[in-house]
């Protein structure tokens, strides 16, 4: 099972200056016809939340229009930056997502099963996972103790050392921390929010972030204190289970089309990609 994951995809309305500036939208076309294309077709893609950049009705159906190409499911939970009941407006027919309360649901269509968590507070940057959040996932994990598992959820669980990120972080990562420890089964908590791919041992188990479709946020760790956006190439995650001895395996996918295998191995040594023009030289 191959579970791709976007994150971050920021769509705005034409007029809108992530789009004007950064293109977010010409980036999720990108992304898509990146994951129409792979090899290894995923089974299901997860977008782990700021789809939108204002959370507005406009601003969903053109998301809405971008994601139509996908020729595999994709499921949506919201980000800081999204509005549950436009979000549920214009996905209507995504019968997964709750028609009131939090975004919380489960997929369970194949070996590995998908929990993604609503940690949206409206009007905030940070998020949170309340009591009630927190009770609907433990509850979740118990139905089904032996069933690799992950968690899916935009704002990450931990501090990443971008201190101005860490600002806004996770209220209720110790409340989620005492749920994960009472199931082995998670082998991932997958996130979003950092626009870059960070990795944390986390309560028994593996969080990471998911870099965006379009900008990252600059690497100025300590004693660095400021916030950047950093035009670094977007990318996605793989996440392919490979059966309980092989068990989950995260790949960071970027999203490009500049730099083709140039040398290949075809069994016998290594040999220069004909597909590739003799005059070809990687930036
Ligand atoms: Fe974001």
Known sequence: MLIAQLSDTHVSTPEGPEDVVLHTSEHLARAVAHLNRLQARPDLVVITGDLVDRGEVGEYERLRELLAPLRMPVYLLPGNHDHRD???RVFADHSYLPRAGFLQYTVDDGPVRLVALDTH??????????GER???LDA???EQPQRPTLVAMHHPPFASGLALMDAFGLDGSDGLAAVLRRHAQVERVVCGHLHRPIVRRFAGTVACTCP???HQLALDLPPAHRLALAMEPPACMLHLWLGDAGGLVTHVSLIHDK????????GQG???NPQVPANFHPA
């Open 270 to 272: 290594w040999v220069r």
């Open 259 to 266: 730099y083709p295998p140039l040398v290949v191995h075809d």
């Open 134 to 136: 927190l009770a609907w």
């Open 86 to 88: 436009n979000l549920r």
């Open 140 to 142: 979740r994990l118990a």
């Open 121 to 130: 507070i409206p009007g905030e940057p940070g998020g949170r996972l309340c």
């Open 212 to 214: 965006s479709t379009r």
